[in-house]
Nanobody, 122 residues
Framework: QVQLVESGGGLVQAGGSLRVSCAAS????????LGWFRQAPGKEREFVVG???????HYADSVKGRFTISRDNAKNTVYLQMNSLKPEDTAVYYC????????????????WGQGTQVTVSS
């Protein structure tokens, strides 16, 4: 099991940038696939991006070209750099982890952080 703690959310104007981080703890955290999902009010939690232990990534179409995921295995931390933010990016962003490849469905991820709020004003 991996414990996940997000940080770095906040309020930003449309077109701006924000970086959120997720610190993973656990003996084998560096070997896990890490990902980000988000959930807007009244909507289901949706996949944003994932990264495997060796750096393979997969992005949702809605964020491709604007968001960048990276990880520092020495620090067991994953980062999500969000540029050109839009009001529709407003959501609680959740960090998640699993063994194996990237999946885009919530059911495939057993470990979740508490979430961090990202609000984009128009």
């Amino acid at each position: 099991q991996v414990q996940l703690v997000e940080s770095g959310g906040g309020l930003v104007q449309a077109g701006g940038s924000l970086r959120v981080s997720c610190a993973a703890s656990g003996r084998t955290a560096s070997t896990y696939t890490l990902g980000w999902f988000r959930q807007a009010p009244g909507k289901e939690r949706e996949f944003v991006v994932g990264i495997t232990w060796n750096g393979e990534t997969h992005y949702a179409d809605s964020v491709k070209g604007r968001f960048t995921i990276s990880r520092d295995n020495a620090k067991n931390t994953v980062y999500l750099q969000m540029n050109s933010l839009k009001p529709e990016d407003t959501a609680v962003y959740y960090c998640t982890a699993r063994r194996g490849r990237i999946w885009t469905t919530t059911l495939e991820y057993p470990d979740w952080g508490q979430g961090t709020q990202v609000t984009v004003s128009s």
